[in-house]
């Protein structure tokens, strides 16, 4: 949502934010804030306790190689980049491995299935979109 949307109705903005559980909201075309519920804050600090903090930075130039994220987390790194932070199941799989972010505990990578299950599993931080496509909430 836009920062102008926001100033002109924050109401709206609110309302959208109990539907989804947060909004970013964009300045000069750029994610610039994330306005969010106080229970998604909660299930975000749950997630994230006992994990370093992710620096997408650092991950992008590739200083970050040998730590194993957990499955959701390689998805956040990657879908972040994504166009419209959004990626088709398959691509988003084939993605994660290229980038050894996760593997299975048996060496393999992700399915497009277990990513899918993941999505819905964090469904506040994924949306399914268009039966094919996760994007970041």
């Known amino acids: 949502m836009d920062i102008t949307k926001v100033n002109q109705n ?3 903005a609110i309302k959208e934010v109990e539907q989804r ?3 970013t909201i964009k300045k000069y075309g750029k994610d610039s804030y ?3 519920t106080n229970d998604f804050f909660r299930n975000l ?3 994230f306790k006992n994990s370093e903090p992710l620096d997408f930075e650092q991950i992008e130039r590739g200083e ?4 194993h994220y957990k499955l959701h987390e390689a998805m956040l790194i990657v ?3 994504a166009p419209n932070k959004k990626m088709r199941y398959t691509d988003l799989a084939d993605e994660i491995w290229e980038r050894k972010l996760y593997t299975r505990q048996d060496g ?3 399915t497009s299935g277990q990513i899918y299950l993941r999505a819905r599993n964090y469904n506040k931080l994924f949306e399914i979109v268009d039966k094919h496509y996760i994007v970041i909430r």
């Open 21 to 23: 559980g947060m909004i």
């Open 34 to 36: 994330v306005l969010m």
């Open 79 to 81: 879908l972040q980049n």
């Open 45 to 47: 600090a749950t997630y």
């Open 108 to 110: 393999n990578k992700a």
């Open 64 to 67: 970050i190689m040998d730590r």
């Open 10 to 12: 924050f109401s709206l």
